[in-house]
């Protein structure tokens, strides 16, 4: 596609509810990376792929936080037991090339606002 | 992991004057980018410096790369009402590196 596609837009889940959020970077871009945005704050890394493979999950604020990208192109990042504390917009970002080169330009989605009621 | 420290946190102007935002950090970075996110946007690259006291412009905007790679500046001339959104800085851990780390970002709203 033209740009990295996330869906749902918004999300209003009830407390304990289980989330999945979908991510359909550009194709052909190695990286993917997930990002966790607070109202007023900038974006905070949680987990990052390089093609199918996590290599770093070390953002990640708990282990209800599950991401995966099993053929190394739409990942999904999956929210168990939601709590009112995991409000916040989760963006989704992929770049071309892979760890170990310069870092290129991240191109982000939309976002997906989440709000646990 | 590493803070990069963006001041200020919010910026009014007037139509027509000039806007810098400034990013610091205490450790030498490899490189820096900077990302603006519009009002209910999403973060948009808008360049990236690699060289001790790089200079790079785009149009109304000057980017610099201090010499120590320590800090950035981000400096709008004759701001727009276009111009309205937070703007980012963001930095690698070195060459290689994935991950970006975010600064806290400058929100800057324009009067016209």
């Known amino acids: 596609g033209a740009g990295v596609s996330q869906s749902p837009r918004y999300k209003v889940a009830k407390r304990g509810q289980d989330v999945a959020l979908r991510c359909d970077p550009i194709s052909g871009h190695v990286s993917l990376f997930w990002y966790q945005q607070a109202l007023g704050q900038g974006p905070e890394f949680l987990t990052y792929f390089q093609n199918e493979a996590q290599l770093d999950k070390s953002g990640l604020p708990s282990d209800r936080f599950f991401a995966e990208r099993p053929e190394g192109s739409v990942s999904t990042l999956k929210i168990q037991r939601t709590q009112q504390e995991d409000s916040a917009v989760y963006l989704c970002?992929?770049?071309?090339?892979?760890?170990?080169?310069?870092?290129?330009?991240?191109?982000f989605g939309q976002g997906t606002r989440l709000t646990v009621v | 992991g590493q803070q990069v420290m963006q001041i200020p946190q919010y910026q009014h102007v007037q139509e027509g004057e000039d806007f810098t935002t400034y990013c610091n950090s205490s450790t030498t970075l490899s490189n820096i980018q900077w990302y603006k996110q519009r009002p209910g946007g999403h973060p948009v690259f808008l360049i990236q410096?690699?060289?001790?006291?790089e200079v790079k412009k785009q149009k109304r905007l000057t980017f610099q790369f201090g010499e120590a790679k320590k800090n950035s500046s981000l400096h709008i001339t004759a701001t727009q009402t276009t111009d309205v959104g937070t703007y980012f800085c963001?930095?690698?851990?070195?060459?290689?590196?994935?991950?970006?780390?975010f600064g806290k970002g400058t929100k800057l709203s324009v009067i016209p």
């Open positions: 963001a930095k690698s851990s070195g060459a290689g590196s994935y991950q970006l780390t």
């Open positions: 410096l690699v060289k001790s006291g």
């Open positions: 970002a992929s770049s071309l090339r892979g760890q170990g080169a310069w870092n290129t330009e991240a191109f």
